[in-house]
């Protein structure tokens, strides 16, 4: 089994920035990606971004590209999501996620944490 912690959400303005912390414990050498998904109420759970293990492959979604970006510190295994110029269409409940595939399917995903709200006003 893998646990995923997700930390760091919040309610902020436009413009502001918020990072995202996953923390990842267990049997890690399961999984080969790390991911992102989040999920506004009424709407599908959608794609943000993945991450290796090793960090050397990493992608993100066109929607949050030039103002997301994922991140690991294998040190304190934790994966990162920073997120700056958030928009009030960013409000969502932010998921993290451990499979064995760089891929942007969330049922690929085996192992989600229980997510951690982010609010955007505008």
């Known amino acids: 089994q893998v646990q995923l912690v997700e930390s760091g959400g919040g309610l902020v303005q436009a413009g502001d920035s918020l990072r995202l912390s996953c923390a990842v414990s267990?049997?890690?050498?399961?999984?080969?990606?790390m991911g992102w998904f989040r999920q506004a109420p009424g709407k599908e759970r959608e794609f943000v971004a993945f991450i290796s293990w090793s960090g050397g492959s990493s992608y993100v979604a066109d929607s949050v590209k030039g103002r997301f970006t994922i991140s690991r510190d294998n040190a304190k295994s934790t994966v990162l999501l920073q997120m700056n110029s958030l928009k009030p269409e960013d409000t969502a409940v932010y998921y993290c996620?451990?499979?064995?595939?760089?891929?942007?399917?969330?049922?690929?995903?085996?192992?989600w944490g229980r997510g951690t709200q982010v609010t955007v006003s505008s």
């Open positions: 996620a451990a499979g064995q595939y760089l891929i942007t399917r969330a049922t690929m995903y085996d192992y």
């Open positions: 267990g049997r890690t050498f399961s999984t080969n990606s």
